[in-house]
């Protein structure tokens, strides 16, 4: 039943549809590149196109007598191709340069399939790029997203509302910390020792907790107070689904300046909501199945019992969600970069692209291409997901 | 009952509270310093003399209320003087913290501090100290000892500092608590003003949410016709989709078995999956261009706001034309998402067992569907449905940027631009307000409605 | 690219028009050719189509909203294109020919024998929105709100501090003289296109009377020990001066109706004004309202130039501008013109690194050398900007008769930057093969940062044909996109390698002060690169006190050798204003000058009916 309904599960076009994108973005400098793949030069066997950079070298683009392997596309993001430059479409007319040094109608195996941009480059070649940067940023937001949507959903459906007891001064000690950092992040500029204070802050704190931890009366249930973890998750939640998701990426990509990392960092903190709720409200409906009734009079504890025992149950219905959160993450970026508030220009994604066409009338496979591929990767999310859940019920 | 409304209300406050507390992070956390960009915006670069430039920035400073602390209640390191967070000039924060730490002698380097600071600008040896480390600064300055500027008394504190240096190392990590009760979190909340310094708010809770740097205008009248004109639209966009959304998943479940409902599935979640800014575009080049279908302007309305919210209103309303495109590209959207919402409810609905009573009894299906299962459809319907309203929002960044619409998102992405953090702040807050609002409404509406649905269930199955 | 640099342009504007030599009224001009003359004149078409609106109203797209409309505070280039319709001027500038002419004066001011007093001739027939005849106190008045300490008119305090005071003629409603404090060639001309503000709208409590010149002469004067000037200052430099409707007045036939920020702008023809009667032609004002709309989607901005939303334009971009003039539709309904102005765009090079911890190579002037022949300026022109605008040689733009014709343009020339370099012995080279070189004990790469501006597309499109021509030359270069802000910052503080921009300047004679001057460098002025030596301090110094025009033309034509020969910038190319106006007003004119045309001049075609074109 398992191994037949896992094959019913998975067997879908946009399992395949996903695939290919993730490889496209493993594989782009290999399908696509100027540079050989391999070059066998008298024995010598280098891979050219790792380095990238190599072109400042004037000597390595020699001639040489050996043997090389070039990829299936031959031009890589970001290169301009001297013949073919302001924007020549998939159907103009694209030249290249013949041994003798005139212009001739370019052949088949070196046409520019999706066109070029005003620079020459290959519209092809940049979307590959383009899609890796793009997967890489919304895969890594998600999954940071769902790690923290994971653990603050665990607190939250496990410890429900009071079941989790701190004492006083244990209270006390953590917000007086979560004080402390928010006022070094306030003025880090202007320290001497900026982010190490930060980080020597959280240790200290850690040790005077687990210190005073050990000191009989205070750790003795009289001083213990019930912390609402669940309700303050709640208030949490409703913050962040409140604030519109691109006003407060908007908002704060102004604070760190733009760069992959902090795209990343922006899109998971402001993802995370959904799925948390759907890991709280899956925990507390599980809470009260007999297995774990079982689970915990095995003796087995804490995070164990919640990787083992939990996870594995509530994994289906995360998945869907993850992927919606993958879907929305590709769309912000794609989003923000349209604005112009994206990753620095220099970085080739998706939604770059399609700004980039934008700005021409006239070059229309500039939004195209880079639009029809981008809408396919995210119905292909969307169909997946909405299979899972189908066959889930 | 009132219970429950109570409940609601005090979760929502709490929530507030913490939108509050976010927002007011958000417009103190900032890259660089605010008084500078202030000055630097607003005037030339053309230099007047160095002295009044630190006057000016002072005084913008304390207009700003910045001397102040940011909190009720501040931690500062042991080594650092009470009025750390009150110093103006962050090169001059950034070297007397430094020189504290390495010594762990405030005084001694508060003043050491403040003389290198004023040579700075006036000494080409010491301005180019900032990026070493402190420790190799002490060290080349009195190594340098015949450089002009350099007087005994400073070689004197500096070898004094340099002594003491990491005899109090851990110092650094003992924070002392302070209280205070002015800060500029309380006046930017509730209101206030600043002796001495012209620094005056009503605080947010009357409205009140600073000036905007790069115009100086108060935030809130900024803020007004342009939020109106988004939240018009979103609620436009709710209103007609709702009962269209409920009309369509209710038809798509009539005829799910034919052809033509079962491939409007994967061809509604392609257009789902089309990304908004496209299909904006899109649009306008079919239904804007003379050389395609010439119906609709491209241009954005011409809204008055001189002469009040009724004339806003109505020469809004008259210039629907110019409504048309920018709402369909925010609705589309929420229309897919609904209706199939509807229709996966629906068919859902479709097995439950009073419905084959109804059958059985005789009800035709389009009666089942659009009156009795629809009842049930109803409540997740309008929870998920407002769950789209800050996505609306959202959506009207990219709305006003394509078609320059005068709303809200056309602010915030100026705002953006010229990096103007209170009418940012201010954006966020409100588009967050008013949904966190929206939120409890539809609690409260649904909290009243679900017994009245179960009831009546109850009654027609029984 | 024009609109892009749009704080710097008016500073650089008003630096320039202080050099005009038109002091005594003399019939001397600068010699302008624009394609055939000084000015093109747009005709009007046979007949007017059926499709074209019958508004009176002009509709002119821009990209950028003007920063304020404050009187005095305010930098942006927009702002002052609008003040040519919202306010007057003692002098205007006359852009048929680039001279100035009289504005609210019966004439060109007497000067006298000791070359400082100016007495100026106040016109009768100019009054106020309130009906009040103008008067020499408003012009003192405006003078005096100018040099207040309080007030924040950073931009305009230098040139304000050139005047001693100004003071009404005894025995003569009309006449204002305005003492200098010396003999300088731009006594006159500072006068050109500074709005004149009404005393009893803006100061109605008399404030500023009882303060004298002296005391704002004086260094030691402090606002604060005023509470009236304090108040006074504070009122007046609030935002509402800049932004509300109702607190914006002047002499122009237009007012400030309404302002959506980020949207459009609304100015209104004034009922009954003095201008009516007026027959200057810089002075009709025939449309009732001109409007002002923002867009800067280009798809958006193309379709509503297809479909008559816009009347005129002078900010489109080469390439969109190109694109549209093939369309029959556009052709029929619009002039699409490009008009060669004054500016030029350039890539500044800190040649004094050491100093803010940059890059060390560039201190060499072979490794100038070699990255200005490294530059592909041709290319780019071809690429960017579709073949629209020429390369130049130096800050003076072709037009001029200044500018000197003996050097040669520096060509792309990959062969011969690689021989530069090897003979200046940046021959090693490491895994990537950047060039390298020994300096000062430390191995230094040849590898730089070129920072340039995020407002147009086009910049960046040129900071990645630069790179990948630099990379055949061993040379590294980092692209930095910033905003106008940083960009100015870096620019000013000198830490940048590289720095891409454009300057915009006039018809006027060049001012090298700014943009050359040592002390413009050591001030964290415009001077970025750190050009300027003792020799060509004293030109530019003797520059700015010569009055004989061959003398000028002659230091003129040394600096740019200077310049030309130490490369402190690589001047790119020239910039072209890209304007588009309905045909349905006749009437119009471009001009070289800024702001390229006067929307006030636009007459609406009679239907049917050629309507001659005489200002």
């Known amino acids: 039943m398992g191994e037949k309904n896992y094959r019913r599960k998975w067997n879908h076009w946009s399992v395949k549809v996903i695939v290919f994108y993730v490889l496209v973005g493993f594989l782009a400098p290999v399908i696509s590149n100027d540079l050989p793949l391999l070059r066998i030069d008298q024995g010598d066997w280098s891979f050219p196109f790792l380095n990238q950079d190599q072109e400042y070298n004037s000597s390595l683009k020699k001639k040489v007598a050996g043997f090389e392997i070039y990829a299936p596309f031959g031009y890589s993001s970001g290169k301009s191709d001297p013949f073919n430059m302001s924007f020549r479409g998939p159907l103009n007319q694209q030249f290249t340069e013949n041994e003798k040094g005139d212009l001739v109608d370019i052949p088949y195996a070196k046409r520019h399939w999706f066109g070029t941009n005003l620079l020459g480059s290959d519209l092809l070649a940049d979307i590959l790029y383009g899609t890796r940067i793009s997967m890489f940023i919304a895969v890594i937001a998600t999954l940071l997203a769902s790690i923290l949507a994971l653990f603050l959903g665990f607190l939250a459906g496990w410890y429900g509302p009071g079941s989790l007891k701190l004492s006083v001064v244990k209270t006390v000690l953590i917000f007086l910390l979560v004080f402390y950092w928010c006022h070094l992040l306030l003025n880090i500029e202007s320290r001497g020792d900026g982010w190490l204070g930060w980080i020597v802050s959280v240790f200290i704190f850690i040790i005077l907790i687990k210190v005073i931890g050990k000191w009989k009366m205070v750790s003795s249930s009289n001083f213990k107070l019930p912390i609402p973890v669940d309700a303050i998750f709640l208030r949490f939640t409703e913050l962040f689904s409140a604030i519109p998701r691109v006003i407060l990426v908007l908002a704060f990509i102004q604070l760190l300046s733009a760069s992959i990392l902090s795209l990343i960092i922006l899109l998971a903190i402001s993802a995370w909501v959904d799925l948390a709720r759907i890991v709280r409200a899956e925990l507390q409906s599980i809470k009260s199945m007999t297995y774990m009734d079982a689970a915990l009079m095995s003796g087995i504890k804490g995070v164990r019992l919640l990787l083992i025992q939990v996870l594995p149950n509530i994994w289906p219905t995360v998945l869907v969600y993850m992927l919606y959160t993958f879907a929305g993450n590709i769309a912000i970026e794609a989003g923000l970069s349209f604005l112009g508030f994206g990753l620095p220009a220099t970085v080739k994604t998706l939604g770059g692209l399609i700004a980039e066409g934008k700005n021409n009338f006239d070059a229309w496979w500039m939004i195209v291409f880079p639009g029809l591929w981008l809408s396919i990767l995210i119905y292909a999310m969307f169909s997946l997901s909405d299979r899972l859940r189908q066959t889930e019920n | 009952m009132k219970s429950i409304l109570i409940k609601r209300f005090l979760q929502t406050l709490v929530s507030l509270i913490l939108l509050v507390l976010f927002s007011f992070f958000l417009s103190r956390v900032l890259p660089g310093d605010p008084a500078k960009y202030i000055l630097t915006f607003n005037n030339s670069q053309v230099v007047s003399s160095q002295e009044g430039k630190t006057k000016s920035y002072e005084r913008q400073y304390r207009q700003m209320g910045l001397h102040l602390p940011y909190f009720y209640f501040s931690m500062e390191s042991r080594l650092l003087p009470d009025s750390f967070v009150h110093l103006p000039d962050n090169d001059f924060k950034f070297l007397l913290c430094s020189l504290s730490y390495y010594s762990g002698n405030t005084s001694l380097s508060y003043s050491i501090a403040k003389e290198f600071i004023a040579k700075k600008k006036t000494n080409d040896f010491f301005s180019n100290f900032q990026s070493e480390g402190i420790s190799v600064t002490v060290d080349d300055v009195l190594a340098n000892n015949n450089v002009s500027g350099i007087n005994e008394k400073l070689l004197v504190d500096l070898s004094k500092l340099k002594e003491d240096h990491n005899n109090h190392y851990w110092k650094r990590w003992i924070p002392s608590i302070r209280w205070n009760a002015k800060n500029q979190f309380h006046l930017w909340c509730f209101g206030g003003k600043s002796e001495g310094s012209g620094f005056v708010s009503k605080g947010i809770v009357r409205g009140d949410f600073g000036k905007s740097w790069t115009r100086g205008g108060d935030v809130f009248e900024m803020m007004k016709y342009p939020f109106l004109l988004t939240l018009f639209l979103s609620v436009f966009v709710l209103v007609i989709t709702f009962p269209l959304a409920l009309l369509m998943g209710g038809w798509l479940t009539l005829y799910q078995r034919k052809w033509y409902a079962k491939i409007q599935k994967p061809l509604l979640i392609f257009t789902y999956s089309i990304p908004t800014f496209w299909m904006g575009t899109a649009l306008l080049l079919f239904f804007a261009n003379p050389r395609m279908f010439d119906l609709l302007p491209t241009a954005s309305p011409v809204l008055e706001t001189n002469s009040g919210f009724v004339s806003w209103f109505f020469s809004l309303c008259f210039q629907w034309k110019y409504l048309i495109i920018p709402f369909f590209t925010l609705g589309y959207s929420t229309l897919i998402y609904l209706s199939q919402l509807v229709f996966e409810l629906l068919k859902d609905e479709l097995k439950k067992p009073y419905v084959m009573t109804l059958r059985a009894v005789g009800s035709s299906e389009r009666k089942i569907i659009f009156y009795y299962s629809m009842k049930n459809v109803l409540v997740p319907v309008i929870v998920s449905g407002m769950s789209v309203f800050p996505l609306l929002l959202g959506g009207s960044v990219i709305i006003d940027f394509l078609f320059t619409m005068p709303g809200m998102g056309l602010l915030m992405l100026q705002a953006c631009d010229q990096k103007d953090f209170p009418i940012i702040s201010g954006v966020l807050f409100v588009s967050g307000l008013v949904t966190m609002l929206s939120f409890t409404l539809t609690d409260l509406f649904t909290s009243q409605v679900n017994p009245l649905i179960r009831y009546s269930n109850f009654k027609k199955n029984g | 690219m024009l609109t892009t640099m749009k704080k710097i342009n008016l500073v650089i504007l008003i630096q320039l028009s202080l050099f005009l030599t038109l002091s005594c009224g003399s019939k001397k001009k600068v010699d302008v050719t624009v394609e055939s003359g000084n000015y093109i004149e747009l005709g009007a078409p046979s007949s007017f189509l059926d499709a074209w609106s019958k508004e009176n109203e002009v509709v002119i797209h821009e990209l950028n909203e003007p920063d304020n409309l404050h009187p005095c505070n305010g930098t942006s280039q927009v702002r002052s294109e609008m003040f040519l319709y919202l306010h007057g001027s003692l002098l205007r500038t006359d852009l048929r020919t680039g001279a100035v002419q009289p504005g609210i004066c019966k004439s060109m001011p007497q000067i006298s024998e000791s070359q400082l007093d100016l007495i100026f001739d106040l016109r009768e027939d100019i009054k106020w929105d309130d009906n009040t ?483």
């Open chain 3, 133 to 615: 005849l103008i008067s020499p106190d408003d012009v003192i008045f405006t003078i005096k709100a100018a040099k207040n300490p309080g007030t924040n008119n950073a931009a305009f305090k230098p040139y304000f501090d050139l005047v001693e005071k100004a003071e009404r003629v005894p025995n003569s409603a009309s006449k204002v003289l305005i003492r200098m404090k010396k003999v300088y060639v731009q006594n006159v001309a500072l006068w050109a296109d500074y709005p004149i503000i009404q005393k009893s709208f803006y100061d109605p409590k008399n404030v500023l009377d009882q303060f004298s010149f002296e005391q704002f002469n004086d260094t030691n004067f402090h606002v604060d020990q005023f509470k009236d000037l304090n108040e006074w200052s504070t009122n007046f430099n609030s935002p509402p001066y800049g932004f509300d409707p109702k607190l914006i007045s002047g002499l122009g036939p237009y007012r400030l109706k309404e302002w959506q920020q980020g949207q459009l702008l609304i100015l209104e023809k004034k009922e009954s004004h003095w201008t009516d009667k007026s027959t200057v032609y810089a002075e009709k004002a025939y449309p009732k309202k001109l409007i002002f709309k923002v867009n800067k989607d280009a798809v958006s901005t193309q379709l509503a130039f297809l479909k008559q939303e816009f009347d005129a334009s002078t900010s489109l971009s080469s390439r969109g501008l190109i694109e549209m003039k093939g369309d029959s539709m556009f052709n029929q309904n619009y002039h699409g013109r490009f008009v060669d102005v004054y500016g030029y765009t350039f890539i500044a090079l800190n040649t004094k690194p050491a100093l803010s911890n940059n890059a060390l190579a560039l201190s060499e002037l072979e490794v100038r050398k070699a990255l200005a022949s490294l530059t592909p300026v041709q290319p780019m022109i071809d690429v960017v900007c579709k073949g629209v605008n020429k390369a130049v040689v130096g800050p003076v733009a072709k037009m001029k008769p200044s500018y000197n014709s003996d050097l040669p343009l520096i060509l792309l020339d990959v062969k011969k930057a690689n021989e530069i370099l090897d003979a200046a012995k940046w021959n090693e080279r490491d895994q990537d093969g950047v060039r390298m070189k020994m300096m000062d004990g430390k191995k230094v790469r040849l590898e730089l940062e070129l920072t340039f501006l995020s407002t147009t597309p086009e910049w960046r499109e040129m900071a990645l044909m630069i790179e990948a021509s630099m990379k055949q030359a061993g040379v590294k270069l980092n692209l930095n996109m910033t905003d106008l802000q940083t960009w100015l910052d870096k620019g000013t503080s000198h830490h940048f390698d590289m720095i891409m921009g454009s300057w915009n300047s006039s018809a006027l004679p060049e001012d090298y002060a700014q943009l050359w001057a040592t002390s413009s460098w050591k001030d964290n002025g415009l001077n970025f690169s750190g050009f300027g030596n003792e020799r060509t301090d004293a030109i530019i110094d003797s520059l700015a006190v010569t009055m004989d025009e061959t003398a000028r033309l002659g230091m003129e034509k040394r600096i740019q050798a200077e310049i030309y020969n130490e490369y402190p910038y690589v001047f790119l190319y020239g910039l072209v204003r890209r304007t588009a106006i309905h045909k349905r007003f006749s009437g119009a004119e471009l001009y070289g000058e800024r702001p390229g045309v006067l929307y006030n001049m636009f007459q609406l075609n009679s239907i049917g009916v050629k309507t001659s074109v005489t200002p």
